[in-house]
């Protein structure tokens, strides 16, 4: 080791504080132009065979009188020699070529400080990671020389974050990260797929230009099975908080719904039940909930049904003839399912209104078929949705349908907000459950699957409304128990104290771009050691396109940039130009083409 020429000295040792008193701070720094809060330092001990990298959190200077006529002198003559402090965090030792965290194996006094080497950096990350599992998409933000690779396996299988204020550059860092996912190759075939498999659900559509030949889907060619909805995402659907009949309501709706799963199921409907995934047709649901809305009872005989028909009339029932139509429980659903039916008016002594005629279902079944004969909902009780097989739907969410593909993208944008979390609860639980019976029958996890989630905090919040119940759930599930099936999350938001703390909670690893609301800057932070509260301290100063990699999936936290997508591949989340926009002369908008759109 060449001999120290920078006057520098560690003056203050901690396991966890380093304090280096430098007199020549130009001399010092002459190995690295740009040293700063964020440098690394390297530290030699006394027999010189090990090297304690350590990271700069603050500067300081110190002034000290002097006797010596060289110094310099204040406004009133007296003399003084500047000394400039420097506290650092260790990081870790280099032995043998190797980074090993921990710094309290240091020989004291340590003999040399100065800024580490490229040579020095280089070995800590580069060679940190197995090139087998190595995974690149970020440079060290002091030295662009310097590559920041993570475990892929690690950062994918347990759980990622993506986090960042509006602006801080969430969307590139998503796409760049999959961009290069779905690049990884064994052969050599470049007109052939990786066996990536990665589901975006894109709220703002703004990924379908940063993937080749992504397998996009949207409202227009999206057919979701109705007829999979669970109880929360039908009551999320159909009833309306707050509504002191909803408990009836919610009943009603069981029946009918299990009664319809066991008529299509025919044969094998003794083992069926309300979440059965099972067929039911929503429209013959509805004929039910209108029929016993309106149906009217034999006064004397509850169980006879006052339908108007050729085998059930008045004067049949009056004479209690056994010519007319009784009904028991089952056969009055299937001829409830049947159509609307006209049952006959109430009288005094003869016909009195059926159980649910009181009005009590009025406002629940108008909400109900509002709900199926809205047009924006026929990506969900279209026709289409009814027919549907199921290894179609799972196919096409796969990227299994013609063409194959490694990305699909869900986009969001199209789906009426009311229905956004039933939409993401849906296709998050078919999901999961593709990769839990893959498993439990296949006995093997060998197409693994990642899910994004972008804009998380709006469809998974920290909040107990019932309109958030049924998406929370589902990535809740897959959070706590996904990577057991090979399904794992990635949450991306600008607001991660609103996101579900189940949910944040099970991330190992977090990409922290820019923050500025304290609440987000203070949940990241709880993420670090405080030995490390430099790092974090940068989160609101983080320039677009800078973050901060925290996990087990990384040697240690750093400060990096991610790597720029390509021109032709990058998201469509660019900002408007205002003042370029404005400049420019009036344009005119085709109203009427916008109102056929919007409707």
């Known amino acids: 080791m060449e001999k120290n020429l920078n006057k520098a000295e560690v003056i203050y040792v901690k396991p966890d504080r380093v304090k280096i008193s430098v007199s020549d701070l130009i001399s010092f720094k002459e190995a690295e132009e740009t040293l700063k809060v964020g440098s690394y330092l390297q530290i030699i001990d006394e027999h010189e065979e090990k090297v304690l990298i350590a990271i700069i959190d603050s500067f300081s ?29 260790p990081l870790g030792i280099i032995e043998n070529g190797q980074f090993t965290r921990g710094g309290d194996t240091l020989s004291i006094p340590p003999k040399d400080v100065r800024p580490a080497s490229i040579k020095y950096i280089k070995e800590i990350f580069e060679n940190s990671v197995d090139a087998k599992i190595k995974f690149n998409f970020s440079k060290l933000s002091n030295d662009y020389r310097v590559n920041v690779p993570v475990d892929g396996n690690k950062f994918f299988n347990k759980h990622l974050a993506i986090v960042g204020a509006s602006g801080s550059g969430k969307s590139h860092t998503v796409a760049k990260i999959f961009q290069n996912a779905v690049k990884l190759k064994e052969s050599s075939d470049n007109n052939s797929l990786n066996n990536s498999h990665i589901v975006i659900f894109d709220i703002h559509s703004e990924y379908s230009t940063a993937f080749n030949n992504p397998n996009i889907i949207s409202v227009e060619n999206l057919n979701l099975p109705y007829w999979m909805l669970n109880d929360d995402e039908l009551e999320e659907l159909f009833l309306e908080s707050g509504d002191r009949n909803n408990y009836n309501q919610a009943s009603v709706l069981r029946g009918a719904i299990t009664e319809n799963k066991k008529k299509y199921a025919g044969e094998n409907s003794q083992d069926i039940y309300f979440d059965s995934p099972v067929k039911f047709n929503i429209q013959e649901v509805m004929n039910y909930l209108k029929n016993i809305s309106i149906e009217t009872v034999n006064y004397k005989s509850k169980e006879r049904y006052m339908i108007v028909d050729d085998s059930y009339t008045l004067d049949n029932l009056s004479t209690k003839s056994d010519s007319g139509l009784r009904l028991d429980s089952t056969e009055r659903y299937m001829k409830y399912f049947e159509d609307e039916l006209i049952f006959y008016e109430t009288k005094n002594s003869n016909i009195s209104k059926g159980s649910y005629a009181d009005g009590t279902l009025d406002k629940f079944i108008n909400r109900m078929e509002s709900k199926i004969n809205d047009k924006r909902l026929s990506f969900l009780f279209g026709k289409e949705s009814f027919d549907i097989e199921f290894e179609d739907i799972i196919k096409n969410l796969l990227g299994y349908s013609s063409p194959e593909s490694n990305v699909t993208i869900i986009d969001l944008s199209g789906v009426p907000f009311e229905v956004l979390s039933i939409t993401v609860s849906l296709i998050s639980r078919i999901l999961f459950e593709f990769g839990y019976h893959k498993k439990q029958h296949f006995k093997e996890n060998n197409t693994p699957l990642m899910v994004v989630y972008e804009e998380a905090h709006k469809y998974a919040p920290r909040s107990n409304m019932a309109k958030y119940r049924s998406s929370t759930s589902s990535i809740e599930r897959i959070a706590k128990e996904g990577r057991k099936y090979g399904v794992t999350l990635c949450i991306v938001s600008q607001r991660p104290s609103e996101i579900s703390e189940t949910i944040f909670s099970q991330c190992n690893n977090f990409v922290a771009m820019r923050l500025t609301n304290p609440d987000d ?38 400060v990096v940039s991610i790597d720029e997508c390509d021109e032709s591949r990058s998201p469509s989340s660019v900002d408007i130009k205002f003042i370029e926009e404005w400049k420019k002369d009036w344009r005119d908008i085709d109203f009427s083409q916008l109102k056929d759109n919007w409707s």
């Not at 002198?73 to 420097?86: L, S």
């Not at 790092?535 to 990699?549: D, E, M, R």
Request: hydrophobic residues 35%; aromatic residues 4%.
């Open 61 to 89: 200077i110190d002034i000290v009188t002097s006797k010596d006529a060289d110094r310099d002198k204040d406004d009133i003559g007296n003399e003084f020699e500047r000394k400039y402090i420097i506290e650092a965090s």
């Open 521 to 558: 800057q203070n949940y990241v932070k709880r993420l670090l050691p405080d030995s490390l509260e430099g790092i974090t301290a940068s989160l609101p100063a983080l320039q677009t396109g800078q973050a901060i990699i925290i996990g087990d999936s990384i040697i240690m936290p750093s």
